[in-house]
């Protein structure tokens, strides 16, 4: 019993969070520009800021876990590999290929790998779910942008390629907080406590505003390929994965991140991505639309699972406050 409310009251909070988003949608007290204005800042600003911080405040040692990167690292460019080769086996129209091989190889793990691992962890597991994003989503930023463009157009943009991870905020903010965990720069009191406050914001509104972006209508012109990405995405990743991440011993706060980034729904980002590379935007909205909803369900088993197992234990919270608002 204990295992169970543990995983409900992980997971129901985001759900909770982002129903409060499409209630206000609903009611007309947000429309979508104003999503898509908060949704640019909690990217742009307060999810850099969060990953600056939960890195910057890490613990250098037990950070670097070389075993666990190249872990997250190689099961994202095999899934891509694998997809690539079997996606066009299945799917004909070009712009959807590349939206669906994005769906189901691209996690949202920034946003929902840190309250997950925090959920569960509290601030012990920010440091590995931080550092793990520092490698893993300049490689699905890469990736993405060379699926579509290949899928799509029939050719490879280097340039976009490269402009794209120079340019991506998440990625210069990890970045800089391993040049400021490394070389141990302190910063002053005043800047930390202003920077820890502003990264509490990036999840909480990240998620309102996904929950205000929830379209569910015109499913049937893609309901297929909508089954095959939400199946792949929340299911048969966790499926394969999981197993061999345990048979490598994974245990605890590396198990917990390794599960989150596998199973946590697709990232916002491929919709505005597949919009600005020509692809097939409505799918990639309704693919998003479609696993965040659903893997609240599908993270709830899963963590119910490995606690059930024994193969996560929660630690006790050493913080004096809560990272978010609503753990």
């Known amino acids: 019993m204990e295992n169970l409310i543990l995983a409900i009251n992980v997971v129901l909070p985001l759900f909770f969070t982002m129903a409060i988003g499409y209630f206000l949608r609903q009611i007309h007290m947000v429309d979508e520009p104003l999503l898509k204005k908060l949704n640019s800042l909690v990217f742009k600003v ?37 997809l690539c080769l079997v996606v066009p086996l ?18 949202n793990y920034i946003l929902f790998g840190v309250p997950i691992v925090s959920g569960v962890f509290g601030q012990e597991g920010l440091g590995v779910v931080s550092i793990i994003s520092a490698f893993v989503i300049p490689l699905y930023n890469m990736l993405s942008v060379a699926a579509l463009e290949t899928f799509s157009h029939g050719k490879m943009n280097v340039k ?7 340019t991506n905020p998440l990625i210069i903010a990890s970045l800089l907080g391993i040049v400021f965990l490394v070389f141990q720069i302190p910063l002053p009191q005043a800047v930390e406590e202003t920077i820890v406050d502003m990264g509490q914001v990036a999840t909480p509104l990240g998620l309102v505003s996904l929950g205000g972006f929830f379209k569910f209508s015109d ?6 390929q909508l089954v095959i990405i939400v199946v792949g995405r929340l299911l048969i990743c966790p499926a394969i994965f ?7 011993g994974f245990r ?4 917990m991140a390794l599960a989150a980034m596998m199973g946590a729904p697709i990232a916002v980002s491929s919709f505005i991505m597949a919009q600005q ?40 919270r050493t913080q004096s406050r809560p990272v978010f608002f609503f753990f």
């Open 219 to 224: 499913t049937k012109r893609f309901l297929r």
């Open 277 to 316: 590379q020509g692809a097939d935007a409505d799918l990639a909205g309704q693919s998003v639309a479609f696993t965040t909803l659903l893997s609240v369900f599908t993270m709830f088993l899963i963590i119910f699972g490995l606690k059930q197992m024994g193969l996560i234990k929660r630690k006790t």
């Open 90 to 107: 299945i799917e004909k129209d070009g712009p959807r290929r590349g939206v669906m091989v994005q769906g189901i190889f691209r996690s």
């Open 252 to 255: 605890d706060v590396e198990l």
């Open 160 to 166: 976009k390629i490269l402009k794209g991870i120079i």
């Open 46 to 82: 307060f999810l850099p800021i969060l990953l600056f911080t939960n890195i910057y405040q890490s613990d250098l040692e037990s950070m670097f876990d070389l075993k666990t990167i190249l872990t997250a690292v190689i099961s994202v460019l095999a899934t891509f590999v694998v």
């Open 242 to 248: 999981l197993p061999i991440f345990i048979a490598m």
